[in-house]
């Protein structure tokens, strides 16, 4: 498990931040929307997966951005995606530009000039814990923030534990655990600000609830009141 923060001055107010944003890099498990095109459009379906029975199962599909499973090209465990009439193509380890040159470049064989569109196939993450709404969503963006990613899920329950959030994290090698506090504002430079795909968040409880005390402190005051009325009233009980 690894701090999501080390040690440093925090952000003051009003100051001017430039954006943390790593280049992402496509990885197996990923979903890419990829299009190809050519100028008079003759041979635009020999490539691209869709169609109108393909429009129509993503009408039952709840999730804006699992159309994408069925329209776009899933990467699989060796890094791979099938294209039609192409066929495999290397695109782990790469950057979207990237794989919009790669694939450019094979489909120069087929068709001159082609329009290559590459992007991401949505952003899904998956919220657990202590979150109004918790469960697994998709994001039609190329860039999402844990703060956003929050929202999405209906922000958090007011006793959830915000200094020790842990997002788990898919890496080329495996997964990591990353123990992130959304209190602190250095968040906002860390590599963790930005949510990417098939990020898992999970925020635990604060210590009070899993006591059974109250969140706040007139629930808590109110919840020992309580308490040591019903002993008083179990030792009466008794002694009479």
């Known amino acids: 498990m690894q701090e999501s923060n080390e040690e440093s001055p925090a952000v003051p107010n009003d100051s001017l931040l430039s954006f943390p944003y790593k280049t992402y890099v496509v990885q ?12 008079d459009g003759t041979t635009d379906d020999m490539f691209n997966i869709g169609g109108m029975a ?14 994408f499973y069925l329209t776009g090209f899933n990467v699989d465990a060796n890094g791979m995606i099938e294209v039609p009439v192409i066929g495999r193509i290397s695109v782990a380890g790469k950057t979207l530009a990237e794989v919009r040159r790669v694939v450019e470049e094979s489909a120069q ?11 991401l196939g949505g952003i899904r993450f998956t919220a657990l814990g202590e979150f109004r709404a918790p469960g697994r969503y998709g ?23 915000r200094k020790e959030a842990l997002l788990i994290r898919q890496y080329p090698e495996g997964q990591r655990i990353h123990k992130i506090d959304l209190t602190n ?44 009325t019903a002993v008083f009233l179990i030792l009466n009980f008794f002694t009479k």
Do not use: H, M, W
């Open 28 to 39: 197996p498990g990923d979903n890419l929307d990829i299009k190809i095109k050519s100028l």
């Open 54 to 67: 393909t429009q129509a199962a993503g009408q039952l599909i709840s999730n804006a951005s699992d159309i």
């Open 109 to 119: 064989v087929y068709i001159k000039d082609p329009y290559i569109s590459v992007k």
């Open 139 to 161: 994001v039609l963006q190329n860039r999402l923030t844990i703060y956003e990613a929050i929202a999405s899920a209906g922000d958090l329950q007011i006793e959830a534990n």
């Open 185 to 228: 504002r250095d968040l906002i430079n860390s590599e963790f600000y930005y949510i990417q795909p098939g990020d898992q968040l999970y925020v635990a409880p604060l210590k009070v609830r899993e006591l059974g005390t109250g969140i706040t402190t007139f629930q808590t005051i109110s919840a020992v009141a309580a308490t040591i």
